[in-house]
């Protein structure tokens, strides 16, 4: 793994406006992300020589985004389909691709309208493909935070994880929001408040559910070397895993209150040389509250089960051991399906997070979905260049 | 509930069965391992013949939810769909609703029902096993 370990580099991070509705195509977003990104590391289209994205049927392919900038002959593509689990994925896959030689300065975009075009909960259009789709939309189960407040039931019955635990972390994450410009949600909220927000799908309530958003949100990957010599101080790429995880079809692991990170963590860690205890930030998925709560488990912040005890103590709030998702997260800045955590460690590494930023963070991690509903993960470990 | 199941070339003939209310998984005709939903091969030793096998319709619940928000036109009232993991095909789980007022508990033993939509689709709903 010494091939991969900080040989490559974000070198800048670019957004759109986050909003409930952009009023603009997914392609406008991209591109609007793509170059801010690019303006950030102090390069143009012209250098681009790679393009990636995640989607799912929902946004612009690279085949579309880059001839709309002008990007017309990359030698390096990548059109993952997927969701949540996959956004670290593509970056991995980004980072390998200009490790090998095979693209110099890749961008990877997520560009998404999902409260004003394409809400992943359904709620109007058709049902998602997949097979396993028949055996459970006809019950009128198949939204993910259904699916999430499933798995997040058998954590609570078997752990004891209450729902004071969920509450405080979103108000933890709130708080961190309220620092953070970009936010959409920006007003303090109670513990009071939690337990007075409506049912969504028991037991998670509104507030344990990521906001619906439109935005973007772009990355550019470069070597190492090269990013040293850019406009902004490099944020190095120490180890990317991404793997699998259990379905429900039979055969498959037989635990939900265990996701695919329990497997991938390991790998993830041994790639960068670091254990979880050297992690000075976390920008962990968090679809829902429970997401962040079984992977500060499985990652190994905590013994299994007691991720909901962990988060109470204040131990990912600021100040505390390890502060997570420092930009409020899915639940109160925005949906951008995973690339905005990876692009708020880059800027907690830089030191230009502003109100909310860590003191002397220098290695951080960052997360997809772990590996429900789609079984997979994935996952970067970054580090100060 | 106003979805039916868009079956495939695996699951077409599983959906028939329970329309006649039989309660099968597939099982392996080399290994004997239980397999669901279906599909043409087995995962633990990779053939593909392979039998309808009746089992018991019971299971244990293993994680249940009450959906509140409409993500259904039309559905408004709350309902409960459980996850139930199968007593005689411990691999496997299935979904259904709740054919009970009384909320399930994690880890009950429960009874598969069948509930007719239509001439040609049942569904299998859950009561706890008395
Ligand atoms: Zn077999």
């Excluded at chain 1, 970009?182 to 049912?199: K, N």
């Excluded at chain 2, 009970?100 to 429960?110: A, I």
Aim: proline share 6%; charged share 20%.
């Amino acid at each position: 793994m010494r091939g991969f370990r900080d040989r490559t580099a974000v070198a800048g991070v670019g957004y759109t406006r986050l909003s409930k509705n952009s009023g603009v195509s997914t392609l406008t977003l991209a591109c609007e992300a793509v170059l801010a990104a690019l303006e950030d590391a102090g390069l143009t289209a012209d250098d681009v020589d790679g393009i990636a994205t995640h989607r799912v049927g929902d946004s612009a392919a690279p085949s579309v985004v880059g001839p709309a900038l002008g990007i017309h002959r990359p030698s390096w593509y990548l059109d993952q389909f997927g969701g949540g689990s996959v956004s670290h994925a593509v970056v991995g896959q980004a980072a390998l691709a200009v490790a090998a030689g095979m693209a110099e300065t890749v961008v990877c975009y997520r560009a998404i309208n999902a409260r004003s075009e394409f809400r992943m909960g359904g709620t109007g259009r058709g049902l998602p493909p997949g097979p396993e789709v028949q055996y459970q939309a006809p019950y009128g189960y198949f939204a993910p935070p259904q699916q999430y407040a499933m798995f997040a039931r058998a954590h609570m019955a078997r752990y004891g994880t209450r729902p004071e635990h969920f509450g405080r972390l979103a108000v933890t994450q709130r708080a961190n929001a309220v620092k953070n410009p970009r936010a959409l949600m920006r007003v303090p909220i109670t513990l009071d408040d939690y337990f007075d927000s409506r049912w969504i799908a028991e037991p998670f309530r509104l507030l344990d559910c990521c906001l619906e958003t439109d935005g973007a949100c772009a990355l550019v990957i470069t070597r190492a070397d090269r990013a040293r010599d850019l406009r902004r101080p490099p944020v190095l790429i120490s180890a990317a895993a991404w793997g699998g995880g259990d379905s429900f079809m039979s055969g498959g692991g037989a635990d939900t209150t265990v996701t695919a990170a329990a497997e991938l963590a390991p790998r993830l860690y041994r790639q960068a040389g670091v254990g979880p205890a050297e992690i000075d930030v976390a920008e962990i998925y968090d679809c829902f509250t429970y997401s962040v709560i079984v992977q500060l488990e499985d990652y190994g912040f905590c013994a299994k089960g007691e991720g909901g005890p962990y988060v109470a103590s204040g131990a990912t709030g600021p100040g505390g051991e390890l502060p997570v998702n420092t930009h409020g997260g899915f639940l109160s800045e925005g949906y951008v399906h995973g690339v905005n955590h990876i692009a708020e460690a880059v800027s907690q590494l830089r030191g230009d997070a502003g109100d909310r930023q860590v003191d002397g963070a220098e290695v951080a991690l960052s997360t997809a979905q772990p590996g429900y509903i789609l079984p997979a993960t994935s996952a970067l470990i970054l580090r100060k260049g | 509930m106003s979805v039916r199941p868009v079956t495939d070339r695996d699951s077409a003939e599983w959906w028939e069965r329970v329309a006649r209310h039989e309660f099968v998984v597939q099982r392996c005709d080399s290994c004997g391992t239980l397999r669901f939903p279906a599909r043409a091969y087995c995962h633990r030793c990779r053939t593909r013949r392979w039998h309808w096998q009746p089992i018991g319709p019971t299971g244990r619940v293993e994680s249940w939810i009450v959906s509140h928000q409409p993500f259904l036109a039309g559905v408004t009232e709350p309902y409960v769909v459980v996850t139930v993991r199968l007593a005689d095909a411990p691999e496997c789980v299935m979904y259904g609703n709740w054919d009970r007022r009384e909320p399930p508990v994690t880890g009950q033993s429960v009874r598969a029902v069948f509930t007719v939509v239509d001439e040609e689709l049942s569904l299998i709903n859950w009561r706890p096993l008395e």
